[in-house]
T-cell receptor, first 113, second 114 residues
Framework: DTGVSQDPRHKITKRGQNVTFRCDPISEHNRLYWYRQTLGQGPEFLTYFQNEAQLEKSRLLSDRFSAERPKGSFSTLEIQRTEQGDSAMYLC???????????FGSGTRLTVV | TQLLEQSPQFLSIQEGENLTVYCNSSSVFSSLQWYRQEPGEGPVLLVTVVTGGEVKKLKRLTFQFGDARKDSSLHITAAQPGDTGLYLCAGAPSPSGSARQLTFGSGTQLTVLP
């Protein structure tokens, strides 16, 4: 078990560009979450998958954000037309059904310049 | 909207001192978790408390869940520099509902000076 893996660890992009992040959860976990964390704040929920189905999406998430989890394995989070306000740490977590304990990845630090 | 408030926001103490951080809400949670996060890394789960009034110990860390399941505390005895980090509490909604995301507090940044 190698834990939750996120790639890349860091991403610097110009405003207006599209970016895509990848998350590989723990293989036995059927639930996968994306959170966003800005400096000095706790993680903020973005979206949640159970297997391949996206069951919840934050109302704070604009239409520029989209997430997928094909085949219920890895997941991708895409941000289109990035804005400076998108700069944050994007965290992926996974868990087993019936448990609340999340295992987080190390995150992807996005900087929009 | 369920909110969790953590206090203090920042805490700087000397090695060997004791400390308590608090996590409060006006909402009831089915369970509450504590995580520790180091710079540039994701949060790491320390403990989950489920029952009102529950107390759990993890070496020098003692976690308590309030009787009404609205608040929690983390007490560290004889703090060490390795305890330095951002401590986050997170509440889980009712398992009978459809929501599955955790609500996180804004964290307590602890610095233990040698």
């Amino acid at each position: 078990d190698t834990g939750v893996s996120q790639d890349p660890r860091h991403k610097i992009t110009k405003r207006g560009q599209n970016v895509t992040f990848r998350c590989d959860p723990i293989s036995e976990h059927n639930r996968l979450y994306w959170y966003r964390q800005t400096l000095g704040q706790g993680p903020e929920f973005l979206t949640y998958f159970q297997n391949e189905a996206q069951l919840e999406k934050s109302r704070l998430l604009s239409d520029r954000f989209s997430a997928e989890r094909p085949k219920g394995s890895f997941s991708t989070l895409e941000i289109q037309r990035t804005e400076q306000g998108d700069s944050a740490m994007y965290l992926c977590a996974s868990s087993s059904q019936g448990t609340w304990g999340y295992t987080f990845g190390s995150g992807t630090r996005l900087t929009v310049v | 909207t369920q909110l969790l408030e953590q206090s203090p926001q920042f805490l700087s103490i000397q090695e060997g001192e004791n400390l308590t951080v608090y996590c409060n809400s006006s909402s009831v949670f089915s369970s509450l978790q504590w995580y520790r996060q180091e710079p540039g890394e994701g949060p790491v789960l320390l403990v989950t408390v489920v029952t009102g009034g529950e107390v759990k110990k993890l070496k020098r860390l003692t976690f308590q869940f309030g009787d009404a399941r609205k608040d929690s505390s983390l007490h560290i005895t004889a703090a060490q520099p390795g305890d330095t980090g951002l401590y986050l509490c997170a509440g889980a909604p009712s398992p009978s509902g459809s929501a599955r995301q955790l609500t996180f507090g804004s964290g307590t940044q602890l610095t233990v000076l040698p």
